[in-house]
């Protein structure tokens, strides 16, 4: 029987949350990967606290199946199905937003994809998929959201997701550098936009489970638990509610900062997303390691 992971609709419709239900009332949220995981937990808290919520993602099926959700739970919606890695397919996107709407308030960045796999093997496809996607991509949607904020003289906040890589990430070096660059681009343009009032942020994510976590090998997805001192992983709600924190008024006054949402693991844990190796098992004799010649 296969393993399911994360929270169900279900779950993510009646979670309780310490957000009052109007928070956002009258205005809209833009979460990029929002058919799944933590971008659809990240929609639906928007949603019901009482914002318009815009969803896109590649997959059009998937973005379907959650606007009914939505529309069920009484949450407006609209999708677009796209790829961020393309500038034109986000412009077109943004434009029809305004169109519609007449604003946006909120832009999540949570759209990314990484696989597991040892830096050596990386292939320059696999590379570059995963650089142009989460850097490039989270870049494409801000850039383009940022010049119509300021070109009608809105102020509004950027949320990105990214990733606990302040120990690195073994296993997942296209991710953290692309994640690094994106913690770095935020913290630049916090800077050259904090004139126009728009606030720019990240959340990175230690091991939250999410549907995710199925796409790694079974000892990958065990290791999750033991990444942190709290031994345990977190969830798709604890992201959410971080994310809202930062775009709500709580946030009023932070910018060009990241809220690490993790148990500690940048304190204490390793992760091995495609498992541990040999070498640093626990009661492994690392005297046999060969010497460089």
Aim: glycine letters at 10%; one cysteine or more.
């Amino acid at each position: 029987m296969t393993q399911t992971f994360g929270m169900t609709d279900a779950e993510i419709l009646a979670r309780p949350t310490v957000y009052a239900n109007d928070l956002f009332s009258g205005q809209l949220a833009l979460v990029s990967g929002g058919g799944s995981g933590l971008g659809k937990a990240t929609a639906i808290l928007f949603g019901r606290l009482g914002a318009t919520v815009v969803i896109c993602g590649r997959d059009a099926a998937k973005l379907a199946a959650v606007q009914t959700l939505f529309e069920g739970a009484g949450i407006t919606c609209d999708t677009h199905a796209m790829t961020i890695r393309d500038p034109e397919a986000v412009d077109r996107m943004m434009e029809q937003v305004w169109d519609r709407h007449g604003r946006l308030d909120v832009l999540v960045n949570n759209a990314g994809g990484q696989f597991a796999q040892a830096a050596v093997d990386l292939t320059v496809k696999g590379w570059n998929a995963v650089v142009d996607t989460n850097l490039n991509g989270t870049w494409h949607m801000t850039q383009a959201a940022a010049k119509r904020w300021i070109a009608q003289g809105q102020a509004a906040s950027v949320v990105n997701v990214v990733a606990d890589i302040w120990r690195g990430l073994p296993q997942m070096a296209h991710t953290a550098a692309a994640r690094a660059g994106v913690i770095y681009m935020a913290k630049t343009v916090a800077v050259e936009w904090a004139p126009h009032g728009i606030r720019v942020n990240c959340v990175a994510p230690g091991c939250c489970e999410s549907s995710a976590f199925a796409r790694y090998a079974p000892q990958g997805a065990a290791s999750f638990e033991q990444s942190n001192p709290m031994r345990r992983t977190g969830d798709e709600w604890d992201i959410a509610e971080a994310i809202v924190y930062l775009a709500a008024r709580s946030g009023n006054f932070i910018t060009g900062e990241v809220i690490t949402v993790d148990g500690g693991q940048q304190l204490w844990g390793e992760p091995w997303p495609a498992g541990r190796p040999k070498y640093f098992e626990h009661d492994y004799d690392a005297t046999r390691v060969p010497d460089s010649e």
